[in-house]
């Protein structure tokens, strides 16, 4: 299977991360990068493809992590791994990155009725804190005088109005949404059903037939093809063998057909 970044895409991630490394005088560059849009639609792929194509090895924080039964543990977290990320710059001489992903679903408001957890709280006072002096940041109960190297994050969520108003002003967080053009989808998918020999036609067919999914949708029917001929691999070998014939076995993906 071959991989596809969108252009703008890679444009927008790429000035991001190289912008917070450069000294621009007088210039005002924000630290956080936020890139939203409906789910599916593979802006945390798109991220990856982006850092392997920039040689980049991101710190990478769940929105998963940023909830706790312990108050102040995610914010100490992330200003652990900001000082991590820094001195791997220091260290391997090369440029890195926060990369959180699913921000909003850790540190957001699930609607008017929920309210931020002593956590989220603390999270979205650190993150502004980190943002408005990337070169200081301290553990709790330590101070270190040695400014750190800059290093730029990135977030990824589906609905940034969730978050802390604050903390996605401009000046703190540059916005971007992450929406695939009619050239990018069929791009992606040309690249998803690359093993299959599916013609340019079909592949546009494909996708303007199914113009309201989401890129996901395309990855989830192409692992439906293969369902008939695993169902037959189960039925001959036998519900009661299955499980020995793929864990003892020295050969564990049965051989099907070409889709």
Do not use: W
Not at 110 to 121: A, C, L, R
Not at 144 to 164: A, K, Q, V, W
Not at 191 to 208: C, E, M, P, R, T
């Amino acid at each position: 299977m071959s991989y596809y970044i969108s252009p703008r895409f890679l444009d927008k991630v790429s000035v991001h991360i190289t912008k917070n490394f450069l000294d621009i005088p007088r210039i005002k560059v924000p630290l956080i990068l936020g890139i939203h849009g409906r789910n599916g639609e593979g802006k945390t792929f798109q991220c990856e493809l982006v850092f392997k194509t920039m040689g980049i090895e991101p710190v990478m924080i769940s929105g998963g992590e940023l909830e706790s039964p312990d108050a102040g543990d995610p914010s100490r977290l992330l200003r652990l791994r900001y000082r991590e990320a820094a001195e791997q710059v220091r260290v391997k001489g090369q440029m890195c990155a926060i990369f959180i992903n699913d921000f909003d679903a850790g540190a957001g408001r699930f609607d008017s009725g929920t309210k931020y957890t002593v956590n989220t709280q603390l999270v979205n006072a650190t993150l502004m804190n980190i943002a408005d002096n990337p070169t200081n940041v301290q553990l709790p109960g330590s101070y270190d005088e040695t400014p750190l190297h800059r290093i730029p994050i990135i977030i990824t969520g589906n609905d940034f109005s969730t978050l802390y108003a604050p903390l996605i002003r401009d000046g703190r967080m540059d916005k971007f949404y992450g929406e695939s053009s009619r050239e990018d989808r069929i791009a992606i998918v040309r690249g998803i059903f690359a093993d299959d020999s599916l013609s340019d036609s079909q592949i546009i067919k494909l996708v303007d037939e199914f113009t309201g999914q989401a890129i996901d949708f395309f990855s989830a029917m192409r692992s439906r093809i293969y369902d008939e001929q695993i169902r037959e691999f189960i039925y001959h070998q036998g519900l009661d063998k299955i499980s020995r014939r793929l864990v003892d076995s020295v050969e564990k993906t049965p051989r099907t057909s070409s889709a």
